[in-house]
């Protein structure tokens, strides 16, 4: 098994080097200079030189990114050229809301996925199967930007001053403030990557909340994802569930299964006991893929909820040409991509071992 | 400078710039409150600590004789007394006060400035004399201000100002009407009716101080043909589009500058709509119809153009149906459309203003002046010879006769053809007393009350870039800028009109190139620090002075005051008058 | 080449006869008789119809601003549909009019024509594009295999719709560059189909031998290789274009894809974006559309995949 790991984890290192390098090519290729765009519409060429100096932007691009690549070594992903704010703490402040959001939407698409996956596999055929999967195939086509502005429009406008009321934008209530935890737990004085952890899981509101016992503040933080968490698991949602039906109906209709009906036992413990434990697998590694949908449909669903996530933080960066942002996200992003995929890949390598061998 | 914790050193430095700059000092003992504690046993017994008078440049500028580069109208700004600020300008200047009362001329502390400037952090940690104060800004989300309790003014009414920020007006609305907020800028066109209509909430209209225009490059064929233009000013129906695409307040432009602002509308009005005459034109120009020419535009939401694409994609279908002339849209890019347009790159484009303050040399001699860009191509020397004599006649019935002259012949070179004043509006809960508008979008929330709640809500287009608004261009953060920071002047709520603020008055001399602006006593800043006639010397000179070490910044070159007052100061190595249109970008 | 045939052309024969026109007889009624394939084939010729009849069924042109042409029109006005009771003396115009008084309805079917135009054509451009990789990588195997396929690696690490904004920020935003960047985005998924079914083809001892005869990589692939990957091609591009509707519609929405006037949908619901409390309609329908055009494709796909290619059925 160790052995596994270490091979897939060196099959990962040139992958990643070719994410840094695609990365840093695809900002150069940007048109436009990033000095006009970020100065305001007027800059003239001498300020712009002072700018490009200033960022580095005169030197061969060769040596840009020798610079890029030992800044990254020590850690430090540069300072946006927009706001000036190192890229580290802007990720700090965007990336818990997504994966807060992403999360939710995840937990969302798995419970109610997986269960109604179930109940189609377990009633196949019947009404409630095909209306299971009919939904579910419109799940998977209704475009999140449609899904999320028609919720917005039924729960804020239409439900308004009904007890199904959500609020269509913001993470929190207008005045409700979160005390950091760090300053909550008398951390202020220190630094590094464990004020940087602290600080990351302290921006995840909702945790933020739990681990404070603030009730008031987390039911809050949770109005206020949930309009976006089920837009955004939809999607996901839809694709578990056909998922965990064709996969437990495979399963069902294996051997041992027949042997286990055949011994007189009732179909839902059939389902339960034989069924769904084996059936898991595809599960878990099609939860896993969800991921990076999550991510791109962050960058719509952030848009139409007004989150300042990291969706909308990594588009308005591309969009504004700042290159340091876009460098640094999308390497953190990537790198919790690599990692995740790895995850999946030696949970699979663990629940079947041929793998390991091939 | 005459913060109470003052300490040794900077004594001895005061006593040094005593002898120093002695002629810039006034017996600062007789004019001195007695109310100021003394801090240290240097002035025990006095009943008032000296005061050390700065100057800013040292040496006043010779305007006849101006150091290379400088084009500013500023002579010299001195600190005569603890309470006295003289600004010299090298010519009279009908509009400064409303300049002092911008809010790129907020006054800083010099101490906070010393402190906080050379590391930027003062772009994050604003300390004003404003009623409110930064209380936290949390990126991408919101900014928390609250009361400034030592706020020499009246108290703000809501204790706690929440602004967040939506750059879509569908969005912002929602908000409002879903009461997570209590006050939105810029409604959206279709939505002044919908606000209207609720009893929950309350429409501010916003005067229509800016101009939308569609602009020729006089120099690109087949443009530069005068009929031609004419033609299609003939051709376009104008109030077709304000019916249409601008809220209430909105009207079809007769002039470039808007009729509110005073000597603008003499001359000849725009021709009047009329298709039929306007084909004939072009005809007998012998306009080539099978073409296909392309129109630019950018989809940036402004109080001039509200409906980006619904506007251009009308006046396309109005080229067609009332001209016979196919045009193509073409969406620039926000950032470089106004930089390339200003080089003249784009044979027709949409565009507009909005008014700084409230004078027609802000419409006309931006873009057509001598220092106007080359967004329309070569200028024409008539014009601008009037708009040089216009400037300089201190009579109003003699600029009035000019600026007619001017309009007369717009008219007839057809450089634009001036389409609307679009108004805008911000939408209120209903409860909110003190609701307003005003027409340069410096509403002031401290007015506000927000029914019984003790915090006020509101939702503007972005988010600010800075809290440091010297060098801060957007309306969003200066807005913001101006609940924390005071200025010398302030404009009156909802007004244009300009009321002295952090001055008691300041007084123009008879030649109207020397104001003297006397300060209110014992203002405090939010964060320490007591308000002098130093503090108003260095935050003019850390503007326009582009040397200072304290000319820092958010990002370089967005210096407000640079522009407003015509230029800056050792432009070394040259990050000078960035924004100042009169001054394009060298190709 | 020479008259006399080859064995490699025996075995192709073979082969061929292998899938004699009876075989995509059976596989036709195959596909129709799966329940998803039947409903996606019925909401896709819905589409197709008024993708082909567009200009019949709608009564303006889709770019047609009403105002000076018709009495009384008024911008954002809602559905009015003579049959469910709008009064007689309003004109008719079945999903309203838009933010110019454009007619709603003749945009959102005219805009049938450009998303499935949009699917076929990324689809295309990424499937020969994909393909070749595939096609290569499996064929040449080794170093350059590794390269070829660890870059479409690459390209999968990036959540597909972030790297499809940064291609279109580098080439500027049309509908060309989001298909583009769409159809860029998709490349790996053919690619890998390609190559999978290329070692599969080669593993097959026809072809080990067919190879051993003496037939030429050109004739191997094309004769060989290429019918053997068209199944699983045509089963995850008619999935494909499904996604590549939605996300360049998505790219529209962001302002990034389909530039005004066209009629895009994704296009038309970002603009119209701020007039969801005003005119919902000009969400609704084209939201409808779209949602609809990628069911239909779903389903098709799912169908053609439970009955062409059982393996995949997962």
């Known amino acids: 098994m160790t052995t596994y790991i270490i091979r897939r984890l060196l099959v990962t290192i040139p992958v990643l080097f070719g994410i840094i390098l695609v990365v840093f090519i695809v900002g150069r290729l940007l048109p436009g200079d990033p000095c006009h765009i970020l100065l305001g519409e007027r800059a003239s060429n001498a300020v712009c030189a002072a700018f490009n100096h200033d960022f580095g932007y005169d030197r061969p691009v060769l040596q840009q990114f020798g610079d890029y690549l030992s800044a990254l070594s020590h850690g430090d992903l540069g300072r946006s050229l927009r706001t000036n704010l190192p890229v580290g703490d802007l990720l700090i402040s965007r990336l818990p809301m997504t994966v807060e959001l992403s999360f939710y939407a995840l937990l969302f698409a798995t419970i109610v996925g997986i269960l109604l996956g179930v109940l189609s596999a377990y009633r196949r055929n019947s009404a409630v199967d095909v209306v299971t999967m009919a939904i579910a195939n419109l799940g998977v086509s209704i475009p999140v930007f449609v899904l999320g502005l028609l919720f917005a429009f039924l729960f804020a406008i239409v439900l308004k001053d009904t007890f199904f009321a959500l609020p269509p934008a913001g993470r929190l209530t207008a005045g409700v403030s979160v005390v950091p935890l760090a300053e909550r737990w008398g951390l202020t004085g220190y630094a590094g990557p464990v004020r940087a952890i602290v600080d990351f899981v302290s921006n995840m509101y909702t945790f933020n909340a739990l681990l404070s016992f603030q009730w008031g503040l987390l039911a809050d933080g949770l109005r206020h994802l949930i309009l976006p968490a089920v837009a955004l698991g939809t999607i996901p949602l839809a694709i578990i569930a056909r998922i965990t039906r064709s996969s437990l109906l495979e399963v069902l209709g294996l051997d041992y299964v027949r042997t286990a009906r055949a011994k007189g036992l009732a179909e839902s413990a059939v389902v339960r006991k034989h069924g769904l434990p084996n059936a898991m697998l595809p599960v878990v590694t099609i939860i896993g893929l969800q991921v990076g949908g999550l991510l791109a449909g962050a960058v719509l669903t952030e848009t139409i909820f007004g989150l300042a996530g990291v969706g909308r933080a990594l588009y308005d960066a591309i969009t504004s040409h700042d290159f340091a942002v876009i460098q640094g996200f999308v390497f953190v992003i990537s790198v919790g991509f690599l990692l995740v995929n790895l995850l999946v890949d030696i949970s699979y390598a663990y629940l079947d071992p041929r793998i390991r061998l091939s | ?587 | 080449m020479s008259s006399v045939a080859s064995p490699a052309d025996l075995i192709a024969d073979q082969l061929a006869t292998a899938r004699p026109a009876s075989l995509w007889r059976d596989t036709i009624a195959n596909v129709l008789r799966q329940r998803n394939a039947q409903i996606g084939l019925v909401v896709l010729a819905i589409l197709v119809f008024f993708a082909v009849f567009a200009d019949q069924l709608a009564a303006f042109g889709p770019d047609d601003v009403l105002l000076g042409h018709e009495d009384g029109v008024k911008r954002l006005t809602a559905p009015c549909v003579h049959l469910l009771g709008c009064a007689p003396t309003q004109v008719e115009h079945f999903f309203g009019l838009d933010g110019n008084a454009r007619d709603e309805f003749s945009r959102v079917i005219h805009g049938a024509r450009i998303s499935l135009w949009i699917g076929f054509v990324t689809v295309g451009f990424a499937i020969v594009i994909g393909a070749l990789i595939g096609l290569v990588a499996g064929y040449a195997e080794g170093v350059l295999d590794t390269v070829l396929m660890r870059t479409m690696d690459v390209i999968l690490v990036f959540p597909s719709l972030l790297l499809a904004i940064a291609i279109v920020a580098a080439l500027g935003p049309s509908l060309l560059n989001a298909q583009i960047a769409i159809g860029i985005v998709a490349i790996p998924i053919y690619a890998r189909v390609m190559r999978a079914s290329v070692l599969t083809v080669k593993e097959n001892g026809f072809v080990t031998a067919s190879r051993a005869l003496g037939e030429g990589a050109a004739g191997l692939i094309f004769r060989r290789i290429l019918p053997n990957a068209v199944t699983p091609i045509i089963v995850t591009g008619t999935l494909g274009i499904a996604t590549a509707v939605l996300e360049v519609a998505a790219l529209s929405f962001l302002g990034l894809g389909a530039q005004p006037p066209l009629a895009e949908w994704g296009s038309m619901i970002g603009l119209d974006r701020k007039y969801l409390f005003t005119a919902p309609h000009l969400i609704l329908f084209p939201g409808i559309f779209l949602s609809m055009t990628v069911f239909g494709f779903n389903l098709l796909g799912d169908g053609l995949r439970d009955a062409l290619d059982p393996r995949l059925n997962r």
């Open chain 2, 1 to 587: 400078m005459t913060r109470p914790s003052g300490r040794l050193p900077r004594f001895a430095t005061l006593f040094a710039g005593v002898v120093l700059v002695a002629a810039a000092c006034t017996p600062a003992a007789s004019t001195a409150p007695t109310g100021a504690p003394p801090t240290t046993g240097q002035t025990q017994g006095a009943s008032a600590e000296p005061f050390d008078g700065t100057s800013f440049p040292q040496t006043a500028i010779d305007c006849s004789n101006r150091p290379k580069d400088y084009t500013g109208q500023i002579s010299q700004i001195v600190a005569v007394d603890r309470l006295t600020v003289e600004f010299h300008l090298c010519d009279a200047d009908v509009s400064f006060l409303s300049k002092l009362a911008f809010a790129s001329s907020e006054i800083q502390d010099s101490d906070w400035l010393k402190a906080h400037a050379p590391d930027k952090s003062y772009v994050r940690n604003p300390n004003g004399t404003g009623p409110y104060m930064l209380k936290e800004w949390v990126e991408g989300d919101h900014v928390t201000l609250e009361a400034n309790p030592n706020y020499w003014g009246d108290a703000p009414k809501a204790k706690t100002v929440v602004i967040r920020w939506s750059t879509e007006a569908a969005s912002r609305l929602q908000e409002l009407q879903a009461g997570t907020v209590d006050g939105i800028d810029n409604v959206g066109t279709d939505d002044f009716a919908t606000v209207q209509g609720d009893s929950n909430l309350q429409l501010k209209e916003r005067e229509a101080l800016n101009v939308l225009y569609l602009g020729f490059n006089v120099d690109q064929a087949p443009w530069n043909n005068e009929k031609v233009r004419e033609a299609v000013a003939m051709g376009i129906d104008r109030a077709r589009i304000a019916a249409n695409f601008y809220p209430a307040g909105s009207e079809a432009a007769k002039y470039f500058t808007p009729c509110a602002i005073p000597a603008a509308c003499g001359g000849s009005e725009w021709p009047a709509f009329d298709a039929g005459k306007a084909k004939q034109m072009l005809t007998d120009a012998g306009f080539d119809f099978s073409k296909t020419y392309n129109f630019h535009y950018r989809t940036k939401v402004r109080s001039y153009l509200p409906s980006p694409t619904e506007v251009a994609t009308d006046i396309q279908s109005q080229f067609k149906d009332n001209l016979g002339i196919n045009i193509k849209l073409v969406v620039e890019k926000d950032d470089t459309f106004l930089s390339d347009s200003s080089l003249g790159k784009f044979p027709m484009i949409l565009l507009g203003w909005g008014a700084d303050y409230p004078d027609v040399t802000d419409f006309l001699d931006i873009f057509f002046g001598t220092g106007a860009d080359k967004a329309f191509g070569t200028h024409f020397p008539d014009i601008e010879q009037l708009l040089t004599q216009g400037k300089t006649q201190p009579s109003v019935s003699d600029r009035e006769a000019t600026y007619g002259k001017v309009n007369d012949l717009l008219v007839q070179h057809v450089p634009m053809i001036p389409l609307v004043h679009g108004g805008s509006a911000t939408a209120w809960k209903a409860d909110v007393q003190g609701a307003h508008s005003s027409p340069i979008g410096s509403e002031y929330l401290a007015v506000m009350t927000p029914g019984d709640r003790d915090q006020l809500v509101w939702m503007q287009n972005s988010e600010p870039s800075g809290l440091y608004c010297g060098d801060e261009t957007d309306g969003d953060a200066l807005r913001i800028c101006e609940q924390i920071f005071d200025s010398l002047y302030t404009y009156e709520v909802g007004g244009l009109k300009t009321i002295p603020s952090l001055a008691t008055s300041c007084d123009p001399s008879t030649d109207g190139k020397v104001y003297t602006c006397h300060l209110k006593d014992g203002v405090k800043f939010a964060q320490g620090g007591t308000l002098d006639a130093n503090d108003v010397v260095l935050s003019f000179q850390v503007q326009i002075d582009a040397g200072d070490p304290l000319h820092t910044g958010n990002l370089p070159g967005q210096w407000y005051n640079q522009y407003l007052f015509g230029g800056c100061l050792n432009a070394e190595p040259a990050t000078c008058d960035p924004i100042a249109p009169a001054s394009p970008a060298p190709s």
